[in-house]
RNA sequence: GCCCGGGUGGUGGAAUGGUAGACACGAGGGACUUAAAAUCCCUUGGCCAUAACGGCCGUGCAGGUUCGAGUCCUGUUCCGGGCACCA
């Protein structure tokens, strides 16, 4: 029987769909396994062959685990509010749930091309009200509790509000804003209902606050780092500013020690762990303020690791966006400080973080007080240092901190050693925390733990500053000035935020007329005609919050909705969320690492902590799949001084070397008029150019008329129309040479309009002759450009080729991102109609370990494809019956049956699902040549691969005459016995080279394994005479003798 | 710039500190075929050598630890990812 893919595949999708193979229950009596993927955007272009390598990894584990006993939850959904629909929305005004919409039929369409296993019956998508509904619930649970560092934990505000109003705030511990006032019961009893409001948001998990921005007044838009460029936005060259605006935030900083702790007891891989510690960057040091020399009443605080090092402090460093900047420049200053603030502003964080080599910065003309030693110290504004890490200042320490010693070289400032183990500092700092303080008051002559100690208690008793943990971490901007997300919950009062009545949940997204800002510089929700807020009892309407949610919200809960989707009462059922408890395999990008990964768990602890989340962590086991990148091909077309080269080197050269006795001049070499080319023997002269250029033409041959010059003029286009046949140019040169006439040129219009020259004949010319164009790599196979295909794409209209002598037309290829733009996208889709989805899916898999990136390449997967094939072959005889042996196995198809078994068990629990395809191909390849193949032995194999290639699978699991699914049978059991053989061979090595090995008895103990090694040739040989200093055997594994 | 990850044949990759290159692709040779495709068989890291046996080198680069290092340590270089409003 002939192994037809696609007949199989849609078989065996529609059989499951209608027998709901892959409908999970939350009532079993097996175990749960959890296995999710990262929740997909559903971009305009569609999956490309990248997205499901992540999800053809949890496929198989998801049919493995199933395979062994557990109820999977395999679940598929989309975070579907997202940026680039909005963008289409506001070029072409289609709304984007339209769009959107759109975009996840193809998704869907594709994900189901491959055979996934996912239980559609538990699709979300966050852009639905009945999702965002509870996106909104939780966001107003946030509002309502505040984070008590007594408890560690969230608790409701409504408790805080109690103890306010019996003992005011200086007993309670909760995270709060900085600058939140000290109050007593009686202040805070005496406060109105506004002020009231307005200190609880100093400590709600949600709140609104001023916080820094990318703002492009242009578009009326915040835009994203990556998004701006030297000041200016990168697509639209708008300018971009830094501005100070109210968004709402999360209070993730209240949970920064539990996110660390937390990562402790999770099992992901290292690098996502340390960039999330990162992230978080807890450090400790002291807070230290300085005075300021004419300002009594005001004073600088700034953080530092290293407050040990605090006499080597010469100057001190503001942001430029620092509040105090302004009072504290004095008028000679004052030019250059705003200058330099303007030109602040419009740079990034991430352009001033990576240009340290530049230095730049202003001085303020202000003076700061070191408390230590009352050094007066200048105050210079530079942007190395960020207004949002720490206070915004530093005390810069120049012969420690390289970045302060590159100033204060740059701005001549005194470079003071303070520890007599630092080395030379006059070429770079030196940052060691060994040796003695020197130049250093009160710690001279101490070591760094002691001084430390002693610095800190001095200030503290003084309150000049104090020890404190500072964190990296920032409160995370909770608003978008978009219309494409979750409304917020929440309506203004009196300039006063309040939420939405539970029951009036969800704020659906209203209708707009266009998807961009108010000409008042509001979000789009402000467009909105009537949408306001009439609270429960009250008559009066309330101006809804105007700011939408960001992509991570709806994200950071999904999990949860998986278990219980359709549940109208609550964002997930108790009894769901005990079966289901937690994830058990995460699947995911890691460029999620901070982003997703990081906000997911803060919001996972605040739920856990109120009670609704059963694990503190909801992923134990995060897999990270590597990029899929582009291999993008190129191909190169002829520019006009091409022609000019071919002509030299391909045609004049080499003919008239031979031919003589006339000689050619190369282009541009005559004297007078730079003809292209002239003979030294011959009046004729040579122009190329493109048959477009009339005005050429005519000036060029006015001229040679009056030097008295015949000439003949070739054009690119018809050079390029015969540039596979020499002769033909050759004759015409020829022609004109031996002709008395004075003019040459072709009257026919050209067919050819562009030359192509392949990739390995380009070598030869110059790199200017060739503009280098991107090729739709579909039309590529093996960088060999297919003609017939190529000819139908309008880049290659009126098009001609140099082609090499084998007539293959070749590009050249690099890696880059999978784009459109780069038309190097494979469609799924295609790969699975040419091959099946089956083997597509094992393909994927078998191109390397998921976590590594890699570049698509297609070439490799006839290999799969072939495999797939012999082992369909194996099952069935020459007129297409199943026709199998009942016999008994031999020991050597059981050795290779059990070996698999083994191997590909092991691989699968730890994500190998490469090794596991080898594997497969092992054990076919040591079962062909048989004539005819055992029940016993392929059966088990069936099940196997029922994972990896579930329609085929399923097909023989069918034909072996069993009624259920493939997907419900058992996992065969390996059976060690069998694996076990009868000798051992040992290679020898001597000194660790090898030099020959050994067959000895299983069993065989290590003296008898040396007398056996001692009496071989080889080992005399190579010993020649020398003494054994020691003799190693590793067990069943290697011999070495050392001498 | 800072943080994280990675460099193994022509290519994708394999290898609990124990025979480097499994399994594939590609390439070369052969069988079948009128021919092509498909299929099957053999060879295939580099260099040297041969009638044959064999020898030397080799996991980005430079060191180190070890009986033994692709694997562990130190330094270095190149590439990829993240850096807070792309998702």
Known sequence: MEYNPSD??????????????????????????????????????????????????????????????????????????????????????????????????????????????FDWSREVRTSDASYYKWTQWIFQQLFQHYYDKEVDKALPIADLVARFAKEGNNRVKAVCDEDTPEFSAEQWNALSEKEQQMLLLKYRLTFPEESYVNWCPAMGTVLSNDEVKDGVWERGGYPVERKLMKQWSMRITAYADRLLEGLDEIDWSDSIKEQQRNWIGRSQGASVRFGIDGHADKNIEVFTTRVDTIFGATFMVLAPEHELVDLLTTDAQRQEVEGYVKWAASRSDIERMSETKKVSGAFTGAFAINPLNEARIPIYIADYVLAGYGTGAVMAVPSGDQRDWSFATHFKLPIIPILDAQQNIA??????????????????????????????????????GKGKIQYKLRNAVF?????????????????????VAEKDLPVELPVVDKYLPTETGEPPLGRAENWRYTPPGESASYEYELSTMPGWAGSSWYFYRYMDPHNEHAFCSKESMHYWKSVDVYCGGSEHAVGHLLYSRFWNHFLFDIGLAVEKEYAKKLINQGMIQGRSNFVFRAKEQFFEEYLWIKVLQPFFATEGPLKVAEA???????????????????????????????????????????????????LGGCINSLEQTVGKIK?????????????????????????????????????????????????VLDLNRALALPMFDKASF??????????????????????????????????????????????????????????????????????????????????????????????????????????????????????????????????????????????????????????????????GSVCDAAWPELNEAYLKTDTINYPVQINGKLRGNVEVAAGTSNADVEAMVMVQDFVHKNLDGQTVKKFIVVPGRIVNIVV
């Open 802 to 963: 140099k082609l090499p002598p084998d007539g293959k037309f070749s590009c050249s290829w690099e890696v880059e991102k999978m784009s459109k733009s780069k038309y190097n996208v494979v469609n799924p889709d295609d790969m699975v109609s040419q091959y099946g989805a089956d083997c597509f899916r094992m393909y994927e898999m078998f191109l390397g370990p998921i976590e590594v990136g890699k570049p698509w390449d297609t070439k490799g997967i006839t290999g799969v494809s072939s495999f797939l094939r012999r082992f369909w072959g194996m099952f069935f005889n020459a007129s297409g019956q199943l026709d199998l042996s009942n016999e008994a196995p031999t020991k050597d198809e059981l050795r290779a049956l059990h070996t698999c078994i083994k191997k590909v068990t092991e691989d699968i629990e730890r994500y190998s699902m490469n090794t596991c395809v080898s594997h497969f191909m092992i054990l076919g390849n040591e079962l062909k040549g048989q004539k005819l193949q055992k029940r016993v032995v392929l059966e088990p194999a069936v099940i196997m691969m029922a994972p990896f290639a579930p329609h085929t699978a399923e097909e023989l699991w069918h034909q072996l005459g069993n009624a």
């Open 735 to 783: 022609a004109a040479l031996n002709s008395r006439e004075g003019f040459f040129i072709t009257d026919e219009p050209p067919v050819c309009e562009q030359l192509f020259v392949s990739y390995d004949l380009t070598g030869k010319y110059s790199p200017e002759c060739f503009t280098k164009l991107h090729v739709d790599v579909n039309v590529v196979d093996g960088d």
């Open 668 to 718: 541009n070499h005559t004297e007078g008029y730079t003809y292209d080319f002239a003979f030294e023997t011959n009046d004729l002269v040579i122009e190329v150019t493109s048959w477009k250029q009339y005005d050429k033409i005519e000036r060029v041959r006015q001229t040679a008329e009056s030097d008295g010059k015949r000439l003949l003029v070739l054009f690119n286009e018809e």
């Open 427 to 464: 070429e770079a700092a030196d940052p060691t925390k060994e040796g003695h303080y020197i130049n250093s008051g009160l710690i001279n002559g101490m070591r760094y733990e002691q001084a430390t100690l002693s610095l800190t208690r001095w200030l503290e008793e003084r309150r000049l």
């Open 8 to 117: 199989i595949e849609k078989k065996w999708r529609q059989w499951w769909q209608d027998n709901h193979t892959y409908q999970v229950s939350n009532d079993s009596s097996k175990p749960k396994f959890y296995i999710l993927d990262m929740f997909p955007y559903p971009s305009g272009a569609g999956l490309h062959v990248g997205h499901p390598l992540g999800y053809i990894a949890s496929d198989i584990l998801a049919r493995y685990k199933r395979l062994r006993g557990f109820n999977v939850l395999h679940p598929m959904g989309y975070d579907s509010f997202g940026l680039p629909a909005e963008q289409y929305a506001i070029q072409t005004g289609i709304h984007p749930a339209v769009s959107t919409e759109q975009n996840l039929d193809r998704y869907r369409e594709q994900l189901d091309n491959i055979g996934f296993s």
């Open 479 to 499: 608003s978008r000035q978009r219309y494409w997300g979750e409304p917020v919950p929440v309506y203004w009062k009196d300039e006063t935020p309040y939420l």
